[in-house]
């Protein structure tokens, strides 16, 4: 049983669309909510933090649903450089000082951004 | 931040080897993660290591598969032991300097043949 699901992708686009990246996770009791981002054979590195107010950080706006544990990332007026695999990403215990915390990956979506 | 320089970047072993990687940090911290990213899958945790104390596997995972160093806040090591074609993944090291944000080395690319 999947812990945290995403769409599946790949996803393909053409410059300038918007697309929507959608996540649910099974442990009600997680405490914090990520986007990653990953490029073609790098590490992944942290896009943005997703709260209950939604954030919004240039083209790019995250929204979380507690009560459906339900994530979304879009992303607007897509560019070439947004091409990458976006990780759905969730801790599920209180981060103090480092301890007790464990994340847990979605299995990542594909994106390309076409000219 | 953190910076991470993890090593060697990739291998190919012989089945039945073991390979070590390692992990530095530009500064201290309490906890490593290492992480193992199987083809075309996600990251899945392989345990949680601390300075001074043994570390701690999930589920899967044994000590004896996958034994961890952790001598001192900035440095530690992975053994992939007895590999099998199984084994090939891509593996990493991440740290949670001051939270909520995990930092992740380069990565390590194993292929056993």
């Known amino acids: 049983r999947k812990e945290v699901e995403q769409d599946p992708g790949p996803f393909n686009v053409p410059e300038g669309a918007t697309v929507a990246f959608n996540c649910t996770y099974s442990?009600?009791?997680?405490?914090?909510f990520f986007w990653y981002r990953q490029d073609c054979r790098k590490e992944p590195k942290l896009l943005m933090s997703v709260y209950s107010s939604g954030n919004e950080d240039g083209r790019f706006t995250a929204q979380l649903n507690r009560a459906s544990q339900y994530i979304s990332l879009l992303i607007r007026d897509s560019k070439l450089s947004d091409s990458a695999t976006y990780l759905c990403v969730v801790n599920e215990w209180e981060n103090s000082g480092g301890s007790n915390y464990k994340l847990t990956f979605g299995k990542g979506t594909l994106l390309t951004v076409n000219p | 931040s953190a910076v991470i320089s993890q090593k060697p970047s990739r291998d190919i072993c012989q089945r039945g080897t073991s390979l070590t990687i390692q992990c530095q940090v530009d500064?201290?911290?309490?906890?490593m993660f290492w992480y193992r990213q199987q083809p075309g899958q996600s990251l899945t945790l392989i345990a949680t290591?601390?300075?001074?104390?043994?570390?701690?596997?999930e589920s899967g995972f044994v000590i004896d598969k996958f034994p961890i160093s952790r001598p001192n806040l900035t440095f530690s090591t992975l053994t992939v032991s007895n590999m099998s074609p199984e084994d090939s993944s891509i593996y990493l090291c991440?740290?949670?300097?001051?939270?909520?944000?995990?930092?992740f080395g380069q990565g390590t690319r194993l292929t056993v043949v």
């Open positions: 991440s740290v949670v300097p001051r939270g909520p944000e995990a930092f």
């Open positions: 290591a601390n300075q001074g104390s043994e570390a701690t596997y």
């Open positions: 500064s201290q911290v309490t906890m």
């Open positions: 442990n009600s009791a997680s405490q914090s």
